[in-house]
């Protein structure tokens, strides 16, 4: 049996060692991680070009190019990073405690003052059950200059820690071998990408073009064979005719014989809750994974979600301004696809929204839920935000000014739907508008079993 001086001196030492612990755990969120990224050739949003990084768990080689639209106008750059080894080659490497890849995205929350929209969604996805892009917040350096808070995310791309869809070969041409998988987007599109028009107009106020572009982006365009192509534009195409047949809500014959409704539901709800004046027609992501041996399966799933530093309040793009508004009724510049407000006139879609949404409101959607999260990341960053500010003194305007968020023109205050004069009070602006939201989708998700019908634009 200890003594009592030994008892005391070993209750000491355990004090000293919570202690100490506590102040080492303090010391690790004073600061965020940083990446310092050495450039030898002008970057472009193009082609990747050589460059070195430096961040934990990596020191090496790596390829870079700038990414985005809008935001390639913005001060502070997005862009695309693949790790390589010394001979210019892909390898796989642990960014920031992240899973193994050699594909990686560092997001600029640049027109995000709160800097949480983007991980926000991606998080709100994965504890829906889902697959999606996690993220670590940092700070980033380009040749020795400071360009601020940046989130390191997974970049969307099919694999054991990613979208995890069987990997398809050249010579899966036929039979089940053929039927997955693949990763599809709706987005804007270049040259390199194997694209397909739907055979059904999209929908919206004023559009110059109904035409919707699907990208087949795995497997990429120089490794996708002929029979591929022909194989997964024609399910699509297929998935499409069939929820705006007259048969479409018969449970062998209709679209649950094609998706998979449940993630099509978590979509929808997700969508509607952040608003995205991009919903549905831009980064919108779908997967379809190889039938099974016994002939199920092989379904065509909604996500990953991506690009929401726009969502959730933040833009005058589209109806995102008015928070009593539905984003699948379509935006006023590129068409949004018909199917989803055809799944709105089935009620067995209807009702599983309304079973879902009641039940995600007592998790990952409840105001405490949310609340805590952005909490959580308001305190992450609290030491780095006065850095990114500084670095970019145009985000927030003085007092007063954030009542007429078009006086001034600027790159962050073109789309904004308000204006801020800081951190603080962004986050406050931020809270409310979710408690808004959430407020008007109660009121009328309540109803989707009853009398709730959507607003249908004619095809």
């Given at each position: 049996m200890k003594t009592t001086r030994e008892n005391i001196s070993t209750t000491f030492l355990t004090l000293v060692v919570v202690i100490l612990s506590t102040a080492i755990d303090v010391q690790a969120h004073d600061s965020l991680p940083t990446i310092a990224i050495t450039t030898t050739t002008p970057l472009n949003p193009w082609q990747k070009v050589p460059a070195h990084m430096k961040a934990d768990g990596y020191d090496g080689p790596i390829g870079i190019k700038w990414r985005g639209n809008s935001s390639m106008g913005f001060n502070q750059k997005k862009y695309t990073i693949e790790t390589?080894?010394?001979?210019?080659?892909?390898?796989?490497?642990?960014?920031?405690?992240?899973?193994?890849?050699?594909?990686?995205?560092?997001?600029?929350?640049?027109?995000?003052?709160?800097?949480?929209?983007?991980?926000?969604?991606f998080q709100l996805w994965r504890d829906m059950g889902h697959l999606g892009p996690r993220t670590v917040m940092c700070e980033v350096t380009v040749d020795g200059q400071y360009r601020g808070i940046y989130i390191l995310s997974e970049a969307i791309k099919r694999g054991p820690d990613r979208v995890n869809i069987s990997k398809l070969k050249k010579t899966d041409i036929e039979g089940r071998e053929l039927t997955g998988g693949y990763l599809l987007r709706i987005d804007t599109f270049n040259e390199s990408d194997a694209t397909f028009t739907s055979k059904l107009p999209g929908i919206g106020e004023g559009i110059m073009s109904s035409d919707v572009i699907w990208s087949c982006i795995y497997p990429k365009k120089k490794n996708l064979q002929p029979e591929q192509m022909a194989y997964i534009q024609n399910y699509v195409d297929t998935v499409e005719q069939v929820i705006q047949s007259e048969h479409f809500a018969d449970p062998e014959r209709g679209y649950a014989h094609y998706i998979d409704v449940p993630s099509f539901v978590d979509y929808f709800i997700h969508t509607e809750l952040s608003l995205n004046p991009d919903a549905y027609r831009r980064s919108a992501y779908f997967y379809k994974e190889k039938q099974r041996a016994d002939g199920t399966g092989g379904k065509l799933f909604a996500g990953p979600v991506w690009d929401y530093n726009y969502a959730f309040g933040n833009s005058t793009l589209a109806n995102a301004a008015n928070v009593e508004s539905w984003c699948y009724e379509g935006g006023s510049n590129t068409p949004t696809p018909a199917m989803w407000q055809r799944l709105l006139q089935d009620p067995s879609f209807r009702k599983a929204v309304k079973h879902r949404y009641e039940q995600l409101r007592k998790g990952p959607l409840s105001l405490d839920s949310l609340y805590a999260y952005i909490d959580r990341h308001s305190q992450l960053i609290d030491k780095a935000k006065e850095r990114h500010f500084q670095t970019f003194p145009e985000l927030l305007v003085t007092e007063g000014e954030n009542a007429a968020p078009n006086m001034q023109f600027s790159m962050v205050g073109m789309f904004a739907a308000y204006r801020v004069s800081s951190y603080n009070e962004e986050i406050a602006i931020l809270k409310r508008w979710l408690a808004d939201r959430l407020a008007f989708l109660d009121r009328h998700i309540s109803r989707f079993d009853t009398d709730w019908q959507p607003t249908i634009h004619p095809l």
């Open positions: 390589r080894d010394d001979s210019g080659k892909e390898v796989n490497v642990s960014l920031l405690g992240l899973p193994a890849h050699s594909k990686w995205v560092l997001l600029a929350p640049y027109n995000d003052i709160s800097t949480i929209r983007d991980p926000l969604a």
